[in-house]
Nanobody
Framework: VQLQASGGGLVQAGGSLRLSCAASGGIARINTMGWYRQAPGRQRELVARITSGGSTNYANSVKGRFAISRDNAKKTVYLQMNSLKPEDTAVYYC???????????????WGQGTLVTVSS
């Protein structure tokens, strides 16, 4: 099982970016998927997550600006980021609680990280 993230880049404050993360490999089921971020010198923190049924929750710092969604058929989770601020600069990691094919229990999988840089 692999998670492949894409969509990071350099954007000016106030701009937008859309991150994508696609799961691949032998997968029986994908439960909750989410996005985390880690800024230099700081711990990794939850940005947003979405259950298989579509329920979402967000970090207070991104509420009203970011939107998480998923396409279960494509095994892909998205993060639409609007009104970006310099403090959103970080490496963004996608996460999936995935049940591999042939097993019964979910495991945590992480994407490789994609850098988002917001200039002031």
């Amino acid at each position: 099982v692999q998670l492949q993230a894409s969509g990071g880049g350099l954007v000016q404050a106030g701009g937008s970016l859309r991150l994508s993360c696609a799961a691949s490999g032998g997968i029986a089921r994908i439960n909750t998927m989410g996005w985390y971020r880690q800024a230099p010198g700081r711990q990794r923190e939850l940005v947003a997550r979405i259950t298989s049924g579509g329920s979402t929750n967000y970090a207070n710092s991104v509420k009203g600006r970011f939107a998480i969604s998923r396409d279960n058929a494509k095994k892909t989770v998205y993060l639409q980021m609007n009104s970006l601020k310099p403090e959103d600069t970080a490496v963004y990691y996608c996460n999936g609680q995935i049940i591999p094919a042939g097993t019964m229990w979910p495991r945590d999988y992480w994407g490789q990280g994609t850098l988002v840089t917001v200039s002031s």
